[in-house]
């Protein structure tokens, strides 16, 4: 085999290294960031129900401690529905940033959780009637409880928008910034697509440069161990190095808990490929040591 041939090979497997990197970090990116049911999955691990609880309690006067402990109550039976309204929001924040939608808006209906609040309230303020009540009739309580809700849920929207302005109110960066990933992930498909056919090609190039099947499975081989070594060592290496960092930042105590989950399926993908890559390139290279020597090419006939 010439000089010249040995170079284009060289060349070609090490072209066929970077893509299959590459083809690796966009599988990794398709199933996690970019995929909104890893996501929600991730989110669901998360007590986001108690967080909110803690919100809304930072927003309760001290001397509210009616409504604080009715909030605690309310947590549970409104977890279910925290849930499906934090799956509904991620979903439609996906839409508009991978182009599905022009418009990035949702409406939030408030009224189950006003309503299982309402229940919660009255159940604790029946159950520790302040002194000037005490022997007061049940209809009279009820009456003084329905004016004392009616003045407090006045400040409760029945529903809460999010949309561009929301958003905008919150932190005017945020839209610009999803305005530019909405920019480039919508070229995302196309590089997807490019990557797997110069993988191809790549793999073409080289089996027709060798024509004969045990220099071109080596040549392919090869190029696949080591991309699914490093690939796989990466992500070894950086659950390590998270690891060490997660435990030197102070964190709430649910937060320490599901930061290391949510590295551990984030790197998942990029483990599944590197194993993959290895086992092609450990079964080319095997096919390459015990094919026959003086095999006919492989476009031959």
């Known amino acids: 085999m010439g000089r010249a041939k040995k170079a284009g090979i060289g060349f070609l ?33 998360l007590d986001v129900a108690t967080l909110v609880g803690e919100m809304v309690k930072e927003q309760v006067p001290p001397e509210a401690g009616l409504m604080k402990e009715a909030v605690d109550d309310a947590i549970s039976d409104l977890r279910p529905w925290v849930k499906q309204q934090t799956g509904v929001v991620i979903q439609v924040g996906y839409d508009y940033v991978l182009g599905k939608s022009q418009h990035l808006t949702t409406v ?46 006045a400040e409760i929207p029945s529903t809460f928008e999010i949309n561009e302005d929301t958003i905008n109110g919150m932190d005017p960066e945020i839209m610009p910034r999803l305005e530019q990933a909405r920019h480039y992930l919508g070229y995302l498909t196309m590089v997807r697509r490019i990557l797997i056919a110069v993988t191809i090609a790549l793999i073409v190039g080289i089996s027709l440069l060798h024509r004969r099947v045990k220099g ?56 599944t490929c590197g194993i993959v890559f290895i086992t092609v390139g450990v079964a080319l290279l095997i096919i390459s040591v015990v094919y026959k020597r003086g095999e006919p090419s492989i476009y031959q006939g």
């Open 216 to 271: 071109a499975t080596r040549s392919i081989g090869i190029p696949c161990l080591i991309c699914g070594i490093l690939s796989y060592a990466g992500t070894l290496i950086s659950k390590h190095l998270v690891g060490e960092r997660l435990a030197q930042v102070s964190l709430p105590s649910q937060l320490q808990a599901w930061l290391p989950q949510v590295i551990n399926d984030f790197l998942a993908p990029a483990q």
């Open 13 to 45: 497997s090490f072209l066929l290294f970077l893509s299959l990197g590459s083809l690796s970090a966009v599988f990794m990116m398709d199933r996690t960031v970019l995929n909104p049911d890893f996501i929600i999955a991730e989110i669901d691990k």
């Open 108 to 153: 939030i209906n408030l009224e189950p959780a006003k309503e299982v609040l309402k229940a919660h309230m009255r159940q604790a303020f029946l159950a520790s009637l302040p002194s000037e009540f005490q022997g007061v009739p049940q209809a009279e309580l009820e009456s003084h409880f329905d004016e004392f809700y009616q003045g407090m849920s």
